[in-house]
């Protein structure tokens, strides 16, 4: 029989290490803390400069307070911080938490496996203080020559060099700098006023300058980010609820991206990957957008310090809300009222990609003086009848002119048409194939996928009858019993409200079994089973029930389909106006149901450019 191990208290530089693998995984992570450091110093500018992917070299710089030669050293001991202070009882409270960093372990884990010099200097000292660590030995402080400005200067030599095997596990230069830059990104857009410089010694990737306060400096640091076309195709978002504000920016549903890495959340400036925020994002956009498209957004989340805890991963990217289900609640409401501000609005990039498409399709282009010059000539009657079995023209009454082919002059016909600046998608002009209806604007032209259009007003009429009246639900002759297992029947039934609202009627039966009496009458025969391991499977992951708001609407969308006007019609004038003029008082009709544009305006001034006029 061997003998009993001897408990032993594990030395304070294996103590650091064992810290460092929790905070310090690449060398982005050591990026974050040191810029987070940076910010809760007061920084107004932050310099970082790295090399081989953040390998050999790191260096961040700012032009905070500072620390003084005696806090230094105090600075280097683990739980060491001057981001905590104790009330007047002498408690210390970790949910009340208004900085950045609270838990001291940042600069001590990175010592304890690189070369760290520390450099700082707080206002008005003649010198600043140094000191340098290997390994998580310290040496003394001493003098140094003065920075020029207050601040704190941090370079990181041969990070895991004292932990060797850590170094197999990091990826290549390019992976590594591009999960730095991601991170210096994320912390820009979380503090606009502050500016940011990032690269190497060779090359400087990011250069970002201060913005002001404010919404405005906001979207301007998010287009500095994310590029201008977010800022053409975003919406503002501003609610509050119960002393919790969202604000920030989402983008039109026709601007999305094929993964969620577009989406930015920060919860009290911090920047967040939370499950909860990310499946009340996709549930607010699960009207809007195809399961494999995700919206690109910025949301900002103020929540009063002791309704969020940040102490829950030394990494401090999660939270948890005290009432997550009024955080949910907020930012599904508040990204759908945005959603619906913008109205029929389609985003710019769509005519940008037409745009994109038609010059790069263009034959070679050639001015020809002597084609110019030629005299108008009618198609032959073979090709006239082919246009006519295809297209068709607003009628010569609803038209403002009408142009003569014999002598080129434009005149008017008939009572005069309303101006097309009365209307943002125009007048109609023409029928194209039976499937597009060409407007004109006060500025351009708009094109309109008839069959689409129509099917998203008819989608939205349906949801909003469903509103007025209910949820039709069937009463099921033989209530479902399905076995989910404990958890994932606690997840359902905690949602029974909810799901009751959909038209699912759930009742506990035994343990981690569920009764489905009543399902919703839209949806025909439904495998209980199998709807409600995918809801068990959605509130696990998102913390949503989307499995039964997209069977809802599937089948909203197939009826909208089916009841909508079918490409292959031919419209009238009024027709088409009438479908102009309804997309206009419709909310979200800038999409169809699945994200696509249901129209592509262009500008008469890109249509000049198409044909060389500028």
């Not at 600069?107 to 496996?113: D, H, Q």
């Not at 920075?147 to 704190?152: A, F, K, R, V, Y």
């Not at 990091?170 to 857009?189: F, G, N, W, Y």
């Not at 989340?301 to 309704?307: M, R």
Request: proline fraction near 5%.
């Amino acid at each position: 029989m061997t003998a009993r191990p001897a408990i032993q208290k594990l030395p304070a530089q294996t103590v650091n290490r064992i810290a460092a693998g929790e905070v310090v995984e690449r060398p982005a992570s050591v990026i974050k803390e040191l810029v987070e450091n940076a910010i809760d110093a007061g920084a107004g500018q932050i310099d970082i400069r790295y090399e081989d992917g953040g390998r050999t070299l790191i260096v961040v710089s700012d032009d905070g307070h500072g620390m003084s030669a005696d806090d230094i050293p105090i600075a280097l001991e683990r739980h060491a911080t001057s981001k905590l202070r104790p009330s007047d009882t002498g408690e210390w409270d970790l949910l009340n938490i208004a900085s950045l960093g609270f838990r001291g372990e940042a600069l001590p884990s990175i010592a304890s496996v690189s070369r760290l010099t520390l450099t700082s200097q707080v206002s008005n000292a003649k010198e600043a203080a140094e000191v340098i660590v290997d390994g998580g030995m310290a040496g003394s402080v001493r003098p140094a020559p003065r920075l020029g400005l207050p601040g704190t200067r941090i370079e990181v030599r041969d990070l895991f060099h004292a932990t060797p095997a850590r170094l197999k596990f990091l990826k290549t230069e390019r992976s590594e700098s591009l999960a730095i830059s991601d991170i210096v990104k994320r912390l820009a857009m979380a503090n606009p006023t502050v500016g940011f410089t990032s690269g190497s010694q060779v090359r400087t990737s990011l250069k970002l300058v201060r913005r002001n306060e404010g919404d405005d400096g906001r979207l301007a640091r998010l287009a500095d980010v994310l590029g201008d076309a977010f800022a053409r195709n975003a919406v503002a978002v501003d609610q509050t609820r119960d002393d919790i504000r969202l604000s920030g920016f989402a983008g039109l549903p026709t601007f999305s991206r094929g993964n969620t890495q577009h989406q930015f959340l920060f919860v009290n400036g911090r920047p967040v990957r939370d499950r909860l925020l990310l499946g009340a994002i996709r549930g607010a956009y699960q009207d809007f957008l195809a399961r494999d498209r995700h919206p690109v957004a910025a949301l900002y989340l103020d929540v009063p310090p002791e309704l969020v805890d940040v102490n829950v991963h030394p990494a401090k990217t999660e939270v948890r809300f005290r009432a997550p289900g009024v955080v949910r609640g907020l930012i599904v409401s508040a990204l759908r009222h945005a959603l619906a501000e913008a109205g029929h609005r389609a985003s710019t990039t769509v005519s940008d990609y037409a745009l994109g498409r038609i010059q790069t399709g263009q034959a070679h282009y050639a001015y020809q003086r002597d084609y110019a010059a030629q005299p108008y000539a009618a198609p032959p009657p073979d090709m006239q009848r082919l246009l006519d079995g295809q297209s068709a023209r607003v009628d010569a009454h609803e038209t403002a002119e009408s142009f003569n082919p014999e002598t080129g002059e434009i005149a008017p016909v008939g009572p005069s048409a309303q101006p097309t600046d009365s209307y943002p998608l125009g007048l109609a002009r023409a029928q194209l194939h039976e499937t597009y209806v060409v407007a004109q604007t006060a500025d351009g032209i708009v094109i309109v996928d008839q069959h689409a259009a129509h099917e998203r007003l008819v989608y939205e009429r349906m949801k909003q009858a469903m509103r007025g009246h209910g949820v039709t639900r069937q009463a099921l002759l033989i209530p479902d019993i399905v076995d989910l297992g404990e958890t994932d029947a606690a997840r359902i039934l905690a949602r029974a409200d909810e799901l009751a609202e959909m038209g699912l009627i759930l009742e506990p039966f035994g343990t981690g079994a569920v009764l489905v009496r009543e399902t919703p009458a839209l949806l025909g025969k439904v495998d209980a089973q199998g709807l409600l391991r995918d809801l068990a499977d959605d509130l696990s992951e998102y913390d949503e029930a989307l499995s039964l708001k997209e069977r809802f609407e599937h089948v909203c969308g197939t009826m909208a389909c089916h009841g909508s006007v079918r490409a292959g019609r031919r419209l009238t004038g009024e027709e088409m106006n009438a479908l102009l003029r309804q997309m206009e008082a419709t909310p979200h009709s800038g999409q169809c149901n699945h994200g696509r544009p249901t129209y592509v305006e262009l500008k008469l001034a890109d249509i000049e450019r198409l044909f060389g006029r500028r």
